[in-house]
């Protein structure tokens, strides 16, 4: 339980070891930040792109349509193809991912358990750096066309490449650059973990930790566990791929490819393999992905709710046990994503069983917040509106999951646009909001400085306005049989009416993405211009925030002891104010025992 | 004065969301043609969903509801400090049983239609005696479907011949593409396979939907029971053309269809030869 | 000094500038009229401006009339004018489908142009587009009551933009089989190309060799499909929008031709290969590029016209004058022996069991508009990509699985590539024969038996081939496989032979 000792040199830094190849895992959170920031972008683009698409197909399109000026700015369909495989691909593995457990989870992590740094700074250092040779990845890949058979790349589509035009050099590509986050993320488990497990603060036992460590430790055990069959996963492609890079003569295995395929009158496979393989070893990393992509952001939201409710969580305990429970099932839902492939229909009844009930702890945890936020005092500001948003539309996007976890059902919703409200209303509108309260509420304590209030409430506003105009008419979409990746639904005449309705949403979601650059300048501004922060500008409670804002080299002055758990908001113990912090010793009351420690709430 | 912003705000929101469900079916962006399933199955997949979508609704309105007194009544707290709980046993318990009921309860309700759907058959089928109306097998390639019927009039009567017949071309198939006639009120049965990358096989209307594995042969059964062309479109990527996989499904009775399909084996067998005297016969697919 | 509240409004201004460029698609000239430029500007940009001139850009076509193609014609008398730019018409046919943009012919005698830029239904208003009109303007159009008007061009907008919706990103808004998709960046390309419609040459067709494919064999290439390749069908698309997309389809092959005959008549100004212009420039400039160039102009788009109007002609079609023989195993046995005969030898390039790996696939073909030999064995097309001969064991035909169209095939073969018609020196009745034994081959197998007895599927997987023309080095084994073996083991040397090919 003790910190490490000090074996660093308190000499002066060099400008590269400062800010560029800096060990502090501070600096690391940040560069994870600004960089996923960047990605943030990137992603929302090409989005917008699909979006324009969908809206006024085959019409001069801004931007991307400069690449086909010679047809009037027209895209064609594999570009299409290009937009949303790349769009999710940049989002899950650029962004989300990354800046939940890279940005927040190596900025907090010490800091909330009373760490001086991670157990292993190198080795994070390492994981943020890891970062680039995926971008440059991925990079290629957009120089050689981009992968274009989803983010789900299903072969034989993506591990043939004559059966697409993507599917060739570029996603080679895409799956070296996978494989890089791979390691970066894992890596990065490694660290949290064994921080956790070892680095607490004297007096920080596991039930007094915040929700958010509990959330970054559940999610480095998931990212341990499930990354290594993703990164198998992409070694097999990689092998049964027909040219390794272009450069190098195959290797030619089949493991997902079946004898006597022939696609582009290219020579029939050789074959032997099975394309049900990948989806299962993918979906079993990538079902645990949603949860890492959801977890840290349940357990920010928790910690920012009750900071601006003045109340402690309600029901501690069981949310730490929920989080748990839906990490553990998660390992055993994998197949809701696979009713309809073709697997033996048996398996549909077991999936959809476990599946059913991870809604459980789920349902769990937003009765606890909406009980947290029960006899608060409430102040509305950036960070407590995007908090009460990730409750709202979390319920919105749990609720919608029942739907496809009936398997009758979903082999109606199965690829069609409800699956794309689902996933888009827990992972923008949960996750992202519960970022866009996180980075106001923590930048005093990265920066120093407070980010613009009204910036913020306007960027929500726009945000919340603009997200939902996207999305929930997507369900609505869904429901009318209309299907994903579809380059032009309205050659169905099934789907004619729905234009009005993809323009209207169209709409939505360029104000939506207008609204972000609100959202670069409040930040990038607050940097240099916002107002100093003290050390504590919420009143919160956490070991955090009886550090310096930012924290020196090191963290802490010295080394914290811990008194109590970080929800002891309104807290009778104290008069005169509503908080209590964790690290604040209180004289023991009168007490016929005088050697009675410290407070003790195992 | 925001504060009351921010809570009409968030009352709101659901308030629009529930109205917006609401004229759905009214505005046709519901179900497609704003109709019932046109199988028996898809009528009960239509029932489950109204039935999780009740449930889905009265949960959401309850949570909402929830939330949105707890912020009113939060944003008004004048008191100098908030509620000092830590939670409450008793409704942890509330809230973990009632919704795990409710879960199971759904769990259990849909585990019938699935059986039926796909594994009660699946099981049976070696066993089972009745004919089986086989009606085409279908290819899924890029980008279209290509369509292979038995000859008309074969009547199979074991999965043996089924599979014989699968297994390669045989004299008297009829060949179409992007069209498939399937009998009205009786069951059929179609083979999927695919010629290339993964496809799917999906019918809105009959709430059909099937991958195509390539090397795989996947038997899918409905019985469609009302007349009509249904859309049919792919529903998994398979490349720059997935989108423009435009099929049509068209429910026929029994003679009827025997009667498209001969006219289409005629067509099929045309010859170009027009003895003299005669007027010039249509080679081509004219419906 | 910028105000610093100025930043934000200026960055949500960006991405505005960034994206609304406005770009036109625009039909894109042969290449050689950019080499031809290098050379003589003059000839090059009489090429390019006669072009534009009767074909107009995708945004502004132009209803050539020399050209025998439907652009959809309405007409109708004038009832009124209110003014300058407003027409109340009375049209004979309603027009069911939204049109801009189309040429207005009015009055007879001294027809005049004008472009009609909307049609009202409700009002029967037609209002005329003053800034548009590329075409000449008679200083005073007739637009007295009872003038006769012609609305023309709606159905070749319409097969435009469906073109533009379906096929471009394939065949390329010039039609030159060069869209995104035929071009995209990667290890492949798509095999087989999407057309190239500038050579007016279509593979299926039913026409006798030598004349243009027809619109039912557009149609019915468009409305089926070319089993095998990424054309897909498109059975399902409507008559109206289907037939609008073939006129625009002979639109741009026309267009593709008249540049093509163009160039060839210019082919003495083009500079050789290392670029140095022809020597007496001046001369040929004026004679070829300057005097002859009208003349050259009529000749080739009479040609053209001539051409494609011959292909509707019924009696220019491939029928057959004698009806399918019956399908029995000794019409198949006549086939087959015909099929490996030393007259006709089908095996040559579709090889012994029909798989398409006949022994000519070694050969180097010469490129017969170079004379020179390709670089790289197998058979090419006209638009010199390599192609192979049909494996007829996969009953998959790309132009038509009927009787007629395989009949057609063999009578005719198939226009632009190496396979050869027999009409003229095998019999109807054998070619019947032929028929019937290329039908049952994925059904019953290739093979007879000196029993007469056919055997199913794949008897041999590995196939050594008799190099007629052998250059190369090969181990052979020396067996005569004229005659079919019931099992073969198959020795080492054997199998490395193999060319197993679907």
């Known amino acids: 339980m003790n910190t490490l000792d000090a074996t660093h040199d308190h000499h002066e830094l060099t400008f590269v070891k400062k800010y560029v190849f800096s060990t502090d895992h501070k600096m690391i959170g940040i560069q994870f930040l600004f960089t996923t920031l960047v990605m943030l972008l990137l992603g929302g683009a090409l989005a917008l792109g699909v979006r324009w698409q969908l809206a006024w197909p085959w019409q001069n399109m801004p931007i991307f349509g400069g690449h086909f000026a010679s047809e009037g700015g027209q895209i064609s369909p594999e570009f299409y193809t290009m937009l949303f495989t790349m769009h999710a691909t940049v989002m899950i593995f650029l962004v989300v991912i990354p800046i939940l457990a890279g940005a927040f989870g190596n900025f907090l992590i010490p800091l909330m358990i009373g760490a001086d740094d991670m157990a292993f700074p190198t080795l994070n250092m390492l994981s943020y750096w890891f970062m680039w040779p995926a971008i440059f990845f991925f990079g290629l890949s957009f120089y050689f066309g981009g992968a274009a058979a989803g983010w789900t790349s299903y072969p034989l589509l993506s591990s043939m490449a004559e059966a697409a035009p993507g599917s060739g050099t570029s996603q080679t590509m895409w799956l070296l650059a996978v494989t890089c986050v791979g390691v970066s993320s894992m890596m990065g488990s490694v660290n949290y973990m064994t921080t956790i497990i070892n680095m607490r603060a004297p007096g920080m036992t596991l039930f007094r930790m915040p929700l958010t460590i509990w959330s970054m430790f559940i999610t480095a055990i998931l990212q341990a566990f499930a990354l290594p069959v993703l990164t198998a996963a992409g070694f097999l492609m990689l092998f049964d791929r027909a040219a390794f890079g272009g450069a190098l003569e195959g290797i030619h295995t089949s493991f997902f490819v079946p004898s006597g395929i022939i696609i582009n009158n290219a020579e029939p496979t050789v074959g032997g393999g099975q394309p049900l393989l990948w989806q299962h070893l993918f979906w079993f990393y990538s079902h645990p992905a949603v949860y890492i992509m959801l977890l840290p952001a349940m357990g920010m939201v928790s910690d920012m709710l009750a900071a601006m409710c003045r109340k402690p969580i309600f029901g501690y305990k069981p949310m730490a046990y929920s989080m748990a429970a839906i990490a553990g099932l998660g390992f055993i839902v994998w197949g809701h994503h696979m009713f309809t492939s073709g697997m033996n229909p048996a398996l549909g009844m077991t999936f959809m069983t476990s599946t059913v009930m991870i809604a459980l702890p789920s349902a769990i945890k937003t009765f606890n917040w909406i009980g947290t936020i029960w006899g608060g005092k409430i102040r509305f500001n950036t960070v407590t509106l995007n908090c009460i948003a990730f409750v709202s539309q979390f319920i919105v996007g749990g609720l919608s999951g029942i739907f496809m976890a009936a398997v009758p059902v979903d082999i109606y919703i199965h690829d069609t646009y409800f699956i794309v409200a689902h996933f888009h209303y827990v992972l923008f509108g949960s996750t992202l909001f519960g970022i866009f309260g996180a980075i106001p509420f923590w930048f005093p304590k990265m920066f120093g400085r407070m980010m613009n209030e009204r910036l913020g409430r306007i960027h929500f506003f726009l945000t919340f306005v603009g997200f939902n105009g996207t999305f929930f008419p997507m369900h609505m979409l869904g429901v009318a049989g209309m299907p994903r990746r579809y380059a032009d639904p309205y050659i169905h005449p099934y789907l004619e009416h729905l234009m009005p309705m993809n323009q209207f949403m169209t709409v939505c979601a360029i104000i939506m993405g207008l609204a972000q650059l609100i959202f670069i300048y409040n930040f990038i501004s607050s940097i240099f211009r916002g107002p100093k922060s003290g050390r504590n500008p919420w009143n919160a409670n956490g070991l955090e925030w009886s550090a310096p804002s930012p924290p020196p080299h090191g963290n802490f002055e010295t080394v914290p002891i811990v008194y109590r758990g970080p929800y002891e908001y309104s807290s009778p113990l104290v008069e005169g104010r509503d908080f209590l912090m964790q690290t604040e010793y209180l004289p023991p009351p009168p007490d016929p025992d005088p050697d009675a420690g410290p407070e003790d709430d195992t | ?287 | 000094m910028i105000s610093r509240r100025l930043i934000l409004p200026l960055l949500a201004l960006l991405p505005l500038g960034f994206g609304c460029a406005d770009y036109r698609a625009e039909f894109v000239n042969d290449e050689r009229v950019a080499q031809l430029d290098t050379s003589s500007p003059v000839a090059a940009d009489n090429v390019r401006n006669s072009l534009l001139e009767h074909f107009g850009t995708p945004n502004d076509l132009v209803a050539w009339g020399a050209l025998p193609i439907d652009y959809g014609e309405i007409t109708g008398t004038v009832l009124s004018a209110p003014d300058a730019h407003t027409l109340r018409v009375s049209l004979d046919t309603d027009p069911t489908e939204q049109f801009s943009q189309v040429a207005v012919v009015l009055g007879d005698a001294t027809p005049a142009h004008r472009t009609a830029a909307h049609y009202d239904a409700t009002t029967h208003t037609l209002t005329l587009d003053p800034l548009h009109s590329t075409a000449p303007t008679a200083p005073t159009a007739p637009t007295a009551p009872g003038t006769p008007i012609r609305l023309i061009g709606h159905k070749l907008q319409a097969g435009r933009k469906a073109f533009m919706r379906h096929c471009m990103h394939c065949h390329g808004v010039t039609g030159d089989g060069n869209g995104p998709t035929a071009r995209y960046i990667s290890n492949h390309r798509l095999n087989p190309q999407p057309r190239d419609f500038r050579r007016g040459l279509f593979k299926f067709t039913s026409t006798k060799d030598g004349y243009y494919a027809n619109r039912e064999d557009l149609r019915r290439t468009v409305r089926q499909g070319l089993a095998g390749t990424y054309m897909p069908s498109f059975l399902l698309m409507k008559s109206k929008e289907l037939d609008a997309i073939i006129e625009y389809v002979r639109f741009l092959a026309m267009r593709g031709e008249i540049e093509r005959r163009l160039l060839a008549h210019l082919k003495d100004l083009l500079p050789d290969d290392d670029g140095t212009p022809p020597g007496d420039l001046k001369t040929l400039e004026k004679e070829l590029a300057v005097d002859g160039f009208a003349e050259a102009l009529a000749d080739a788009t009479a040609l053209v016209a001539e051409n494609w109007t011959n292909a509707e002609d019924p009696q220019n079609g491939v029928l057959p004058t004698m009806a399918r023989l019956p399908d029995t195993p000794q019409s198949r046995l006549k086939g087959r022996n015909l099929f490996i005969s030393t007259k006709i030898n089908c095996a040559k390039c579709h090889g012994e069991g029909g798989r398409g790996n006949g022994g000519f696939l070694d050969d180097f073909q010469k490129n017969p508009e170079t004379q020179q030999s390709y670089d790289t064995p197998g058979l090419r097309d006209a638009w010199h990509n390599i192609i192979r001969p049909r494996n007829l064991t996969s009953g998959i035909y790309r132009g038509g699985r009927r009787p007629l169209d395989v009949f057609r095939r063999v009578s005719v073969g198939i226009k632009a590539t190496p396979m050869a018609g027999f009409a003229t020196n095998v019999l109807e009745e054998d070619r019947w024969h032929i028929v019937n034994y290329v039908l049952s081959i994925p059904v019953d197998g290739a093979f007879f038996d000196e029993y007469g007895q056919q055997y199913h599927g794949r008897v041999r997987l590995f196939e050594t081939h008799k190099h007629k023309h052998d250059d190369h080095d090969h181990d052979h084994d020396g067996h005569d496989h004229n005659k079919p073996e019931p099992s073969t083991t198959t020795t080492p040397s054997e199998s490395q032979d193999k060319k197993s090919q679907p």
């Open chain 2, 1 to 287: 004065m925001s504060r009351i912003f921010w809570c009409l705000f968030f009352t709101a929101w659901p308030i629009v969301a529930i109205v917006v469900c609401a004229i759905t079916p009214a505005m046709d962006w519901g179900f497609p043609g704003n109709r019932e399933a046109a199988t028996p199955l898809g009528q009960r997949i239509d029932d489950l969903f109204y039935l999780i979508l009740g449930i889905v609704t009265v949960a959401f309105i309850g949570t909402m509801a929830a939330l949105s007194y707890v912020l009113i009544k939060a944003s008004k707290n004048k008191d100098e400090k908030a509620w000092f709980s830590h939670g409450s046993h008793n409704l942890e318990v509330i809230w973990t049983i009632v919704p795990a009921g409710v879960l199971l309860f759904i769990a259990l309700y849909q585990l019938d239609v699935w059986a039926i759907y796909r594994v009660r058959d699946y099981e049976n089928r070696d066993a089972d005696p009745r004919p089986l109306h086989l009606v085409a097998e279908v290819t899924a390639r890029q980008f279209e479907w290509r369509i292979r019927y038995p000859a008309p009039g074969t009547r199979f009567t074991s999965y043996e011949q089924v599979k014989d017949w699968l297994a390669k071309p045989h004299a008297g198939d009829v060949y179409a593409v992007n069209r498939l006639l399937v009998p009205l009120n009786r069951e059929t049965l179609i083979y999927l396979k695919s010629g290339d990358v993964q496809h799917s096989f999906f019918v809105p209307d009959l709430r059909v939907k099937q991958d195509a594995m390539p090397g795989q042969s996947i038997d899918i059964w409905f019985t469609v029971n009302r007349a009509g062309t249904f859309d049919l479109t792919c529903a998994e990527l398979c490349g720059w053309g997935h989108y423009k996989m435009r099929g049509e499904v068209e429910a026929l009775e029994v003679k009827e269809l025997e009667s498209r399909l001969r006219e289409l084996k005629q067509l099929q067998d045309y010859d170009g030869f027009t003895p003299p005297g005669t007027a010039a016969a249509s080679g081509e697919v004219t419906r």
